[in-house]
Structures are given as structure tokens and as C-alpha cells.
């Protein structure tokens, strides 16, 4: 059963963190492709990649992509196999000889792992923590060495619920992964050298990633790098190094074209203020319920909240799942409750949740 649809009871409202919630259309049109895609009469699933028709494809997510991060001509734009935990080592393994250093911002499990990958391929610095805080807040006060090859950021910490809410400002290369909160606010992607994502958060299905890299940045080191894991090799065949994921570029395709028909980012960007203000200000005026970030780094993508009387939980999470929502449960190392607001959630969604909150209240 797909998300965000009607049963004969209830109507679902998906807040998974991923894979999660994509626009209902593209649910359609992908399916309708898998039977008949451009009216060829082949399913997308058995078409070559090679052909006209997939290339066009490729073609319109890669372009989509551009006008809709408002990329310059420095900025190439990928398609590329696995999931951002590739990109942990991909990176590093194209940006950091053995005797660099690159800097790392430790602000959630993601970032941690990134970090731990890069050892492998060069001397980490770890410029700030908030480890020993269990990742509720971002480090404000931080110094990135002259001589570090590049600065690692986490855009939004998925797990944990907080979010950058000002890029840092950074003389070096800046890489950031930006897997739950790609599209879903204004930023200058410009200003960023390497961006990738995970698609399966807020643009597509899982299996492929989005890149995004200054092409200046590239082949700077000595190490000998896999003909696959080259980043250059991937722009020189247009992201059809070899058979891309086909189906999953298709959906993600599907969803871009539809950020661009809601009007773009800017669009989702204020749709996406309201959702977040709406749960928060529930939270925050709730006797029940309580914030677990510091409140300044909210992340408007994953909503992370807790009750004061955790012996009360397992009660409302039943009562949410009676209303249809699902995919709340917080994530094992927070506990509690996590709403993730992806782009293509409602406000409906978020309504129906707060007034689940409200609802329990008077019940108690
Ligand atoms: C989900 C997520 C990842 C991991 O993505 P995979 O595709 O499972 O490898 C990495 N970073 C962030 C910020 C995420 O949200």
C-alpha cells in the first residue's frame, strides 16, 4: 500500500524518515511506467539505458537539478550508485591523500560515520562535537585549519533533529551531505564545492545518490583511484558510467519535476516553515510534550520530541496509529517520538498530529 492514501477507514499519513513520503502523482506515474513506459510498450524495468528515451531521462533529472539549485557551470551534477554511506568514503577517497588532513563536524551519527570513513584515506581533524551532548545541539564556535583539504558538514542531523540553520562560512573546500534536507530550503549551493544525498529521504527511492561537485575540486591528489569511484569519470559519460539505476533516476526525475510545478524551492521552502512551526509551537505549548534540541537548531525535516512522562508513550503512539500516522517512533538512541516533514507531507499530515497530541491531552 502506498503512502498518503485513502483505506476504507483511515487516511495514512507517513512520517518515516526514510525511505518516506513521496507526491502521490509521482506513486502514479512511476507505477504506470513500470507497465508501459513513453508508451513503448517495455516496462522502464527492461529498457536500455542507452536509449534515447533513458537518456532523455538522465538528461532531465541532471537539468533539473541545476535550475532548480541554481547551479553555475562549475557545478556538475551525478546520478551515482548506493547510498550517502558510500559517499563516506567516496569523498575522502577523491579529495585526501594520505598525508592531508580534512575537517570534520561531529553533530550526529551520519556526520560520525563520515568522519570514520575519511581515516581511512587521511588525518581527520574533528573541529567540533556535540557527541557528549547526544547530538542535541550544533557547535557554534568553531576554527577549521588553513591547511584542512576540505570542511564535512551535515546539513540536518536526521536522527537527532537539528539542522544548520546558517551554513558556516569557510575559506576551504565545503563538502556537506545533505541527504534529509536537499530541496527543502533555500540555500547558495553554489557556495558549497561537493553536496550529496542519499535520494531516499526527500527525492526518490533508495539506491541511488545525488552529487553535486565543483568540477575544480577534482584531481588534485596522487592516490590511484578505482575507475568507478572517480568522480571525473562519472562527469566525462554524463552520470552513464555504466548502467545507472535506472528506475530509481526515473522517480527521482518524476519528483523534481513536481518540486518545479509547486513553484521550486523557494515554494516548498515556506510550505515546509509552516509544517515545522505548526508541530513545534504544538510541542512547545503542550504540558506533555517536550522538545529534545536546543531550539535555536531545530531541523524543520525531523522533528524529534519526547514526553515528559515516558510511561505515557507507548499509549500515544498507539492512539497516533489509530488516526493513521505512522513512522513516529524516535529513533533507538533518542527515544521517544520523531515527525520527519519531507517535502511531500502535508500539512494535513502535521495537522492530524497535533491534534492527536491535543486529543491525548484531554485524555489524560
Ligand atoms: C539516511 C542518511 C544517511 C545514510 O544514507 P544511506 O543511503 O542509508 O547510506 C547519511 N546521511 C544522512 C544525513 C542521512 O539522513
Not at 515528559?308 to 505515557?312: N, Q, Y
Given at each position: 500500500m502506498s503512502t498518503n492514501q485513502s483505506t476504507t477507514e483511515v487516511v495514512i499519513h507517513n512520517f518515516n524518515a526514510g525511505p518516506s513520503i513521496l507526491p502521490k502523482s509521482v506513486f502514479e506515474e512511476a507505477a504506470a511506467a513500470v507497465l508501459n513506459f513513453n508508451n513503448s510498450g517495455l516496462s522502464i524495468l527492461e529498457?536500455?539505458?542507452?536509449t534515447p528515451e533513458f537518456t532523455a531521462v538522465m538528461e532531465e533529472a541532471r537539468s533539473l537539478v541545476k535550475e532548480l539549485m541554481q547551479l553555475d557551470s562549475d557545478h556538475e551534477v551525478l546520478f551515482l550508485h548506493g547510498g550517502a554511506s558510500t559517499q563516506f568514503m567516496q569523498v575522502p577517497m577523491n579529495l585526501l591523500d594520505t598525508k592531508d588532513c580534512a575537517a570534520y563536524t561531529d553533530t550526529g551519527v551520519w556526520g560520525h560515520k563520515a568522519l570514520v570513513e575519511a581515516k581511512l584515506f587521511g588525518k581527520v581533524e574533528v573541529v567540533c562535537s556535540s557527541r557528549e551532548k547526544n547530538y542535541t545541539f550544533i557547535p557554534k564556535d568553531f576554527a577549521v585549519p588553513n591547511d584542512a583539504k576540505y570542511l564535512h558538514i551535515t546539513t540536518n542531523n536526521t536522527i537527532y533533529g537539528t539542522q544548520w540553520q546558517k551554513i558556516p562560512k569557510t575559506s576551504n573546500t565545503l563538502v556537506a551531505d545533505m541527504s534529509s534536507d536537499i530541496f527543502s530550503r533555500v540555500l547558495?549551493?553554489?557556495?558549497?564545492d561537493l553536496i550529496y544525498a542519499g535520494a531516499q529521504k526527500n527525492m526518490g527511492p533508495a539506491g541511488v545518490n545525488l552529487v553535486v561537485v565543483n568540477k575544480n575540486i577534482l584531481g588534485k591528489i596522487k592516490r590511484a583511484i578505482p575507475t568507478i569511484m572517480d568522480y571525473r569519470n562519472h562527469i566525462k559519460e554524463g552520470s552513464m558510467l555504466n548502467t545507472p539505476p535506472v528506475f530509481a533516476v526515473y522517480v527521482c526525475m518524476l519528483t523534481l519535476r513536481w518540486l518545479k510545478s509547486i513553484g521550486g524551492v523557494a515554494a516548498v521552502e515556506k510550505l515546509n516553515n509552516e509544517k515545522a512551526a505548526l508541530l513545534y509551537n504544538a510541542i512547545d505549548d503542550s504540558t506533555l510534550f517536550i522538545g529534545t534540541t536546543a531550539k535555536e537548531d531545530r531541523s524543520k525535516m525531523n522533528v524529534c520530541f519526547v514526553m515528559?512522562?515516558?510511561?505515557?508513550e507507548a499509549a500515544f503512539l498507539k492512539l497516533a496509529e489509530s488516526k493513521g500516522?505512522?513512522?513516529i517512533k524516535g529513533h533507538r538512541s533518542v527515544g521517544g517520538f520523531r515527525a520527519s516533514l519531507y517535502n511531500?507531507?502535508?500539512i494535513s499530515s502535521v495537522q492530524a498530529l497535533v491534534d492527536t497530541m491535543k486529543a491525548f491531552k484531554e485524555d489524560v
Open positions: 529498457f536500455g539505458h542507452r547558495d549551493f553554489n557556495s558549497f515528559k512522562d515516558p510511561s505515557l500516522i505512522i513512522g511531500a507531507l502535508p
